[in-house]
Antibody
Framework: EVQLVESGGGLVQPGGSLRLSCVAS????????MYWVRQAPGEGPMWVAR????????TYADSVKGRFTISRDNAKNTLYLQMNSLRAEDTAVYYC?????????????WGQGTLVTVSP | QTVVTQEPSFSVSPGGAVTLTCALS?????????PSWHRQTPGQAPRTLIY???IRFSGVPDRFSGSILGDKAALTITGAQADDEADYFC?????????FGGGTKLTVL
């Protein structure tokens, strides 16, 4: 059974940092492209970072470029999102999501999410 | 800036049918925008229902179907059940990535 379990969210002050983790089970992370997707309160989701299966292609939404870094530890089958210089507008639930091998960029499996709150 | 638009809310009677839509602020939705649909309930992981317009994801009952209606993507739910009450959001492939809609809150009553 495919499962994605995020952790690492919490309350952080503006300008601070957090690292989110997403442990994958039921499949090999390095075989798939992966997203970090966030959903601010009352809004639709938005992808913020994408990593290809080979690990060499990292893509970011303009709103987080230069501040967020997506990475992967193949030995731990874990995806990460390092978030620096956090802003109030980064407040959201953050999901990791697997991009289906035949789903044309759509996620097929999602984690349950971890809440990040940026506030003084 | 391109935006994906969905009805904010919809209601359906138990056993009834409902069609939710997904539109682009600029241009038409087609199979080339690879519409997908996902369901979300509070505290639960989102669940993928449909991808590439009309392909049901693993384990999704055939009460759920996807299509293109005019210039929009559509998700039709037939035989609505109480536990279909959820937020439904779509995604479209636009440019170099996907955009998600704001979601439709479906009430079954």
């Amino acid at each position: 059974e495919v499962q994605l379990v995020e952790s690492g969210g919490g309350l952080v002050q503006p300008g601070g940092s957090l690292r989110l983790s997403c442990v994958a089970s039921g499949f090999t992370l390095s075989d798939y492209w992966m997203y970090w997707v966030r959903q601010a309160p009352g809004e639709g989701p938005m992808w913020v970072a994408r990593l290809n299966s080979g690990g060499g292609s990292l893509t970011y939404a303009d709103s987080v470029k230069g501040r967020f870094t997506i990475s992967r530890d193949n030995a731990k089958n874990t995806l990460y999102l390092q978030m620096n210089s956090l802003r109030a507008e980064d407040t959201a639930v953050y999901y990791c999501a697997r991009i289906g091998s035949n789903s044309a960029w759509s996620p097929d499996y999602w984690g349950q999410g971890t809440l990040v709150t940026v506030s003084p | 800036q391109t935006v994906v638009t969905q009805e904010p809310s919809f209601s359906v009677s138990p056993g009834g049918a409902v069609t939710l839509t997904c539109a682009l602020s600029s241009g038409s939705v087609s199979t080339n925008t690879y519409p997908s649909w996902h369901r979300q309930t509070p505290g639960q992981a989102p669940r993928t229902l449909i991808y590439k317009t009309n392909i049901r994801f693993s384990g999704v009952p055939d009460r759920f179907s996807g299509s293109i209606l005019g210039d929009k993507a559509a998700l039709t739910i037939t035989g609505a059940q109480a536990d279909d009450e959820a937020d439904y959001f779509c995604s479209l492939f636009v440019g170099s990535g996907i955009l998600f809609g704001g979601g439709t809150k479906l009430t079954v009553l």
